[in-house]
């Protein structure tokens, strides 16, 4: 029996320590973001990590468990056998996610949840595509060495015949069975994290406003698991307050469309704005969006940002409409694509783009236009299945979709498919082609043409050679790609009854270490110029993505009421507000308070403004209604 209880033990040992090392070994290898911490918060990490390390090793140990049961009726080979895969395959799994983690956490800037793993299976050859090759063979590397050593520690430990059988079969067997059985029952304590009402969760291990330090102390394992967990139960997720109590603060933060009146009710986010007047010469224009990779405000000059880098779109801004308080709905394209085409929100622990089912019950801006004599076409150099976009794209009512496959391999020199300037050449083209044709010219023959771009993101390989910074030369190489679309656009006849909105298609990767937990990351521009703006303008009401739809409907004089989230911003009659997510936080701008609420923590981390905590309950009882909305499509 003393065997038995010691190898029992010593298994959940082995897998807490392996746990706890992780923690520097991952501030380490991450030395530029924790070189100034102080020796006490290595301990510190390493102290508040350990109950998701305690409760991970115990879902781990389980399996052991029952073996060692099995051991008190049986020590043969195949048991033994059965031992050493289970070690294989839990070393490898342990070493896959560690490195994974560790390699992902410089991009995503979170610790390892199921988001990667969707954009890898999804699209396995644009997911690694902003990794550098020789890292990936590194990390491969790393991952069978670390592997090695895990197994070797486990087996060399537990399952090494000197140790294996030095285990007897005992006389009572049904006595030292029983209580090998409750020592493993024993386990769902540090499972379920004690006896608490709340169990375990990521957001036990907040314990400081330094959120390095809490990532740090974040079990990578636990972390996709618990988010693997949370995926499809929608209903249940982020209830923050009662059905009613929600329904009520919702409907004060819906457009007067929505509710089917023209006024709202007093004491809501409603502010002094615009007129709802037109920003248009004509009623049916001809509509391009832009959507740019990962461009923020801090890139203009007129926004406050950069001087020599978007220079184009600072020129443009001078002549078009500006929206100066325009905030990004979510971390990610497939959430910001959502967003700004069908002013969907996007969500802090899923991406309704998964779920075509879902998705095609949405409404889009594509679908409102067709049904106003629009065409759709849709154009991006990359691979349009990454996250089931082409299925979202063609649900959402374009026509065709124009991607990678449409062009050459000589033009897919882009890890990420064809650079910018061919898919601008290409939208011209096809535009130039129409106006020979005598096509869409007139209002007769309204259209709707996107154009995502690509080039402007890891690993900011691009054609083109202006600044030093490589970041800031990929920002730079798109936004001359802009300028040089549309001078050339400028002189095509559509150009009279177009309208041109350029929007980024998420927060900004630059400045390149701002937390995601700070406003200034979701501030980017939004942009409208073209022939038919009637006159420069500067907007400062306050938005967000998911508002395009309304706003650009509303000026078409076309139906939003089916876009539930979405807000007209130039009605004064409407809240003004901006809401956005990241893996697992809201956030909610308003002119008088700027809030940003960790799920995980449970904890308000940033609010400022005149009015602290106005936008708690405004944030909790919308992300609490997205989440019913999603559970009923």
Partial sequence: MKERLIGFFKTYLLFVCIFILQKPVFMFFYHSLYGDISWTDWFKVMWHGLPLDLSLAGYLTAIPGLLFIVSVWTLSDVLRRIWSVYFLVISILISLIFTVDLLLYEYWGFRLDATPLFYFFSSPKDAVASVNAWIVLGGIMAMVVYAGVLYAILYGLLLQKRYFYRMKLPYRRLRISGVLLLLTGLLFIPIRGGFTVSTMNVGKVYFTTDQRLNHAAINPAFSLMESLSKQKDFGKQYRFMSAGEANNIFVKMLDPAVLGRDTIAVGTLQQSADSLCSLFTESRPNVIFVIMESFSSKLMKTLGGESNVAVHLDSLAQEGVLFTNFYANSFRTDRGLVAILSGYPAQPTTSIMKYPRKTQSIPAIAGSLKEAGYSAKYYYGGDADFTNMRSYLMSSG????????????????????????????????DLRAEAAE????????????????????????????????????AFAYTDSCIGDFVKQFHELPQWKNTVILFVPDHLGAYPEYISNLEIDRYQIPLLLVGGVIREPRRIDVYGSQHDIAATLLAQLSLPHDEFIFSKAILNPASPHFAFFTVPDAFGVVTSDNQLIFNNESNSVVVDEGIERSKNLKLGQAYLQKLYDDIAKR
């Fill in 398 to 429: 374009f026509d065709e979709i124009v991607s990678d496959q449409d062009f050459p391999m000589s033009e897919r020199l882009s890890k990420w498919g064809a650079h910018d300037h061919l898919v601008f050449r290409r939208l011209l083209d």
């Fill in 438 to 473: 005598g096509k869409s010219v007139g209002n007769n023959t309204p259209w709707f043409r996107v154009l995502q771009t690509s080039s402007s993101h890891e690993p900011f390989e691009v054609p083109y050679q202006r600044l030093e910074n490589n970041r800031l030369n």
